[in-house]
């Protein structure tokens, strides 16, 4: 087997992986309409597009910034 054989092969696997995740968070329960950590309403549009969303655009906002940090500087 070859490397480009090797490579297809974890591509596909990881494909697969993926599918599953998403798949199994579209059957997860819908999202209670309240931001978890803020405790304001979730917007219309975000729950329409992602009902499960447990977080408000602004609250997803920051929680994504601090991740991006966190990978770029480390941890705090």
Do not use: T, Y
């Not at 499960?52 to 940090?69: F, K, T, Y």
């Amino acid at each position: 087997m070859d490397d480009i054989d090797c490579a297809a092969e974890r591509i596909e696997a990881f494909n697969s992986v993926a599918l599953r995740a998403v798949l199994n968070r579209l059957d997860g329960p819908s999202s209670s309409g309240v931001c978890v950590e803020c405790g304001c309403a979730i917007e219309a549009e975000r729950l329409k597009a992602n009902p499960q969303a447990r977080h408000c655009c602004e609250c997803a906002d920051e929680i994504e910034r601090e991740s991006r940090r966190a990978r770029l500087c480390g941890p705090r």
